[in-house]
T-cell receptor, first 110, second 116 residues
Framework: TQLLEQSPQFLSIQEGENLTVYCNSS?????LQWYRQEPGEGPVLLVTVVTGGEVKKLKRLTFQFGDARKDSSLHITAAQPGDTGLYLC??????????FGTGTRLKVLA | NAGVMQNPRHLVRRRGQEARLRCSPM?????VYWYRQLPEEGLKFMVYLQKENIIDESGMPKERFSAEFPKEGPSILRIQQVVRGDSAAYFC??????????????FGEGSRLTVL
């Protein structure tokens, strides 16, 4: 069974701080996605990474896919209250089935 | 609104009743997924359907749960004889692609089921 463990589970930081969220598995994924979910809404895709070692940047967010394609990280620079939400990683092994991680709930205080 | 539409947004049922959740995928999408989310947790895969076909229902309990995606109309997730443990948010997602392509999943806003 493929599992994606995210850490930390909860994170509360002050506006302007940096943070990193991790997504780890013992399984290899052909691609990995990061989603953000706000209360009362469905997840929204932030990025897809497909190549081992790939780094993608989306404004203040930096995503990295591990060389072995078993793990990924999301780094946020100078966090803002608007970054508050549940961050979910999701991996697929080349099929239709997306396995979601356990989630990291981020709260950025003004 | 061209997004994934789910209804009802909130549903309250008593133990033993039936819950029926509907999902209309984005226009042009023929692949539908249902996920379940408990409070403070991630999403758990339940079932993947294409038009008129169930492709993978490995995440859906064998009893009381069923799903369909007819040729015409929305996809429906049906839960019979609900129990308190069925209380959760149920999300539908659609995608225009399947197979090995890393397609984006477009999620609806979810249906929140509360079983009294």
């Amino acid at each position: 069974t493929q599992l994606l463990e995210q850490s930390p589970q909860f994170l509360s930081i002050q506006e302007g701080e940096n943070l990193t969220v991790y997504c780890n598995s013992s399984s290899v994924f052909s691609s990995l996605q990061w989603y953000r979910q706000e209360p009362g809404e469905g997840p929204v895709l932030l990025v897809t990474v497909v190549t081992g070692g790939e780094v993608k940047k989306l404004k203040r967010l930096t995503f990295q896919f591990g060389d072995a394609r078993k793990d990924s990280s999301l780094h946020i620079t100078a966090a803002q209250p608007g970054d508050t939400g549940l961050y979910l990683c999701a991996g697929t092994s080349g099929t239709y089935k997306y396995i979601f991680g356990t989630g990291t709930r981020l709260k950025v205080l003004a | 609104n061209a997004g994934v539409m789910q209804n009802p947004r909130h549903l309250v049922r008593r133990r033993g009743q039936e819950a029926r959740l509907r999902c209309s995928p984005m226009k042009g999408h023929s692949h539908v997924y249902w996920y379940r989310q408990l409070p403070e947790e991630g999403l758990k895969f339940m079932v993947y359907l294409q038009k008129e076909n169930i492709i993978d229902e490995s995440g859906m309990p064998k009893e009381r749960f069923s799903a369909e995606f007819p040729k015409e109309g929305p996809s429906i997730l049906r839960i019979q004889q609900v129990v308190r443990g069925d209380s959760a948010a149920y999300f539908c997602a659609s995608s225009p692609v399947a197979g090995s392509q890393a397609g984006e999943l477009f999620f609806g806003e979810g249906s929140r089921l509360t079983v009294l």
